[in-house]
């Protein structure tokens, strides 16, 4: 004899709640700092400009200094490829911060709210 159970689970309200937090100025501001602060070790560094030149906004942290998008690609203005001297530096830095531990930041900060 077998038993049976139906489960229902309610998940109508879900797609809204998403787009609440993902459009949320504040949660934005949240992840981008907090974005920026894990991203700061990749940043390439030699007198610090660059690492100091993060303005963040809402789900963006932006460099401004002007060298930052080479530094970024790790290609120099002549097409050669940039040695970043700094250990743990490099391009493309935004790929090695710690997703899971920004997601679980989002995830307490969205908490608290």
């Not at 789900?59 to 940039?82: C, I, M, N």
């Not at 911060?97 to 307490?108: E, F, G, P, Y």
Request: with cysteine.
């Amino acid at each position: 004899m077998g038993v049976t159970a139906t489960v229902r689970v309610d998940v109508s309200g879900i797609p809204r709640k998403v787009r609440r937090i993902c459009t949320n100025r504040r949660v934005g501001q949240f992840a981008a700092e907090d974005a920026r602060r894990l991203m700061e070790r990749f940043v390439p560094f030699r007198d610090g400009p660059l690492r100091a030149s993060a303005i963040v906004s809402p789900f963006l942290v932006t460099y401004t200094a002007p060298y930052a998008h080479y530094q970024w690609e790790g290609v120099a203005k002549g097409g050669g490829r940039l040695y970043h001297p700094t250990p743990g530096t490099m391009s493309h830095w935004e790929r090695y911060i710690d997703k899971a531990q920004l997601a679980r930041d989002v995830t307490d900060f969205v908490r608290m709210m």
